[in-house]
């Protein structure tokens, strides 16, 4: 059976888990550019600014905690062929010049280094935040771009629903909305729940990683109240807009803008906060239940018990 070829890197301060955490970053680094650039453009400085630079703030938010978590890595390995591949395929992607292709790359290399089994939590938690944000860019980039005349248009079949249980006929055609008042809406993917889903589950995610590295099963309850948050605001938002031009000037407004995205806010920090402080509860309850089961060295896979907290 052939054996994989192991060597030292000539940078061995540096690490193997610390190198991959840098090329992460330049990937995501890099896949983030152009929307700056495009927003700047758009924008200029402060308008690029207050909008997250193109991106939002979550997705440089989950760049900084993934660089935070990966560089608190304590187990490492050593290089191998199979990596040296991995890198040099990376290189190629990153090095097109395109969001989605540098996007795309960050997701590779991630799993990639999942399936590589590592031991410590704390860089396997950076290593799938990268992935989320890869995922989140490409989403922005190419996917929500080509799915928009569905998206929109589940949108305001939505909307249009929601305006019939408070009494208003509204006509649905695409993005469009036509409603009893002589309004016509059009949903645009800017104020689309889509749009807003993924900042939030990002958001979610790099919380829940930063003060929790590893998974639990009631995260995938956290991240569909997340989700269903997201949609409630944001349906609510277009829901007001379309009972008549006052109450439309006021949600579409920078007024209805800044409460929609701080109610967003809020309840993904309220999701957060429950994922967490149930999973503190639980950890308590094992560890009343008797000793701890053994443990691991710190940083590599949590022990079967945990003490309260």
Not at 89 to 96: F, P, T, W
Not at 153 to 167: E, N, P, Q, S
Not at 244 to 267: F, K, N, R
Request: glycine share 10%; hydrophobic share 50%; net charge neutral.
């Amino acid at each position: 059976m052939s054996e994989s070829i192991a060597f030292t890197p000539s940078f061995p301060a540096l690490g193997r888990n610390r190198l991959m955490v840098a090329l992460l970053a330049i990937g995501t680094a890099n896949a983030l550019v152009r929307p700056a650039i495009e927003a700047i453009d758009e924008w200029g400085v402060v308008g690029a600014l207050s909008g997250g630079l193109g991106s939002g703030w979550p997705v440089y938010l989950g760049l900084l905690g993934a660089i935070v978590l990966g560089l608190r890595s304590t187990v490492e390995r050593a290089f191998d062929r199979w990596d040296a591949l991995a890198l040099l395929l990376y290189a190629v992607g990153v090095m097109v010049p395109s969001s989605g292709f540098s996007a795309i790359a960050i997701m590779a290399l991630g799993t990639w280094e999942l399936l590589r089994r590592p031991r410590d939590i704390h860089y396997r938690a950076g290593v799938i935040i990268f992935i989320a944000a890869g995922a989140r860019e490409l989403w922005v980039a190419t996917a929500m771009k080509m799915l928009s005349p569905w998206l929109l248009h589940i949108d305001a079949v939505l909307a249009r629903t929601t305006l019939g249980w408070l009494g208003h006929s509204a006509v649905v055609t695409g993005n469009l909305i036509e409603t009893d008042q002589g309004m016509v809406l059009a949903v645009l993917m800017s104020c689309s729940s889509f749009a807003n889903i993924s900042l939030a589950l990002l958001t979610w995610l790099v919380l829940t990683r930063w003060l929790r590295p590893h998974f639990e099963r009631r995260d995938l309850a956290a991240a569909l109240l997340v989700t269903l948050a997201v949609i409630i605001v944001n349906l609510t938002r277009l829901t007001i807009m379309g009972l008549g031009p006052v109450d439309y000037a006021l949600a579409h407004g920078p007024i209805g803008q800044t409460t929609t995205e701080l109610a967003i806010l809020i309840a993904t920090l309220a999701v957060t906060h429950w994922g967490l402080s149930n999973g503190s509860e639980a950890r308590a309850v094992g560890a009343d239940a008797g000793p701890a089961a053994g443990r691991k060295p710190d940083g590599q896979d949590r022990p079967l018990q945990h003490p309260p907290g």
